[in-house]
């Protein structure tokens, strides 16, 4: 066997018998729709957050973020608001009634949210998060990140004083 093989061999023996520990560490750290506990804490992290209900019963996370209140809603669950599948993020503007053409700007020039006015023109951004298979801890906390840069560079958008 040339050494070549041999050190391939050495690394693939390694990696087989170390994958069982790092299979269980990526296990301990997924996160699920129906981790709220977990999604809430993260949300804590970047500020004053509460876990409530929506009308139907899915759970909702209400938040404040860079010095913005936003929603978290949990869609595509059971009947009892339990195995959600989806997280959607959400952030209207009261009485920022930036024209439509701003508003396709932001559609057009950004990635991973959309912007749109509600039925009182008020401005409106969304970020949905698929969770049909569960995620690592980091990846939910760098969705927060994003969120996070979304909403400063949104408000900044339609003028938000």
């Not at 500020?47 to 860079?66: D, E, H, V």
């Not at 913005?68 to 920022?96: H, K, P, R, S, T």
């Amino acid at each position: 066997m040339s050494l070549k093989r041999l050190a391939w061999a050495v690394a693939a023996g390694l990696f087989l018998s170390a994958s069982p520990a790092l299979a269980q560490d990526a296990e301990a750290e997924l996160v699920t729709a129906d981790d709220t506990e977990a999604i809430l804490a993260i949300a804590r992290t970047f500020g004053k957050a509460s876990l409530t209900q929506q009308s139907n019963g899915n759970p909702q996370i209400t938040g404040r973020m860079q010095g913005f209140v936003y929603q978290i809603y949990f869609l595509n669950c059971d009947d009892d608001g339990a195995n959600c599948e989806d997280l959607n993020f959400y952030l209207g503007f009261l009485d920022v009634k930036p024209t439509l053409e701003v508003i396709n700007d932001w559609n057009y020039n950004k990635r991973f949210s959309r912007a749109y006015l509600d039925t009182d023109k008020d401005a409106c951004v969304e970020m949905d998060l698929d969770l049909a298979v569960p995620v690592s801890l980091d990846y939910m906390e760098s969705v927060f990140d994003l969120w996070s840069l979304v909403i400063v560079q949104f408000a900044e958008h339609v003028g938000y004083d």
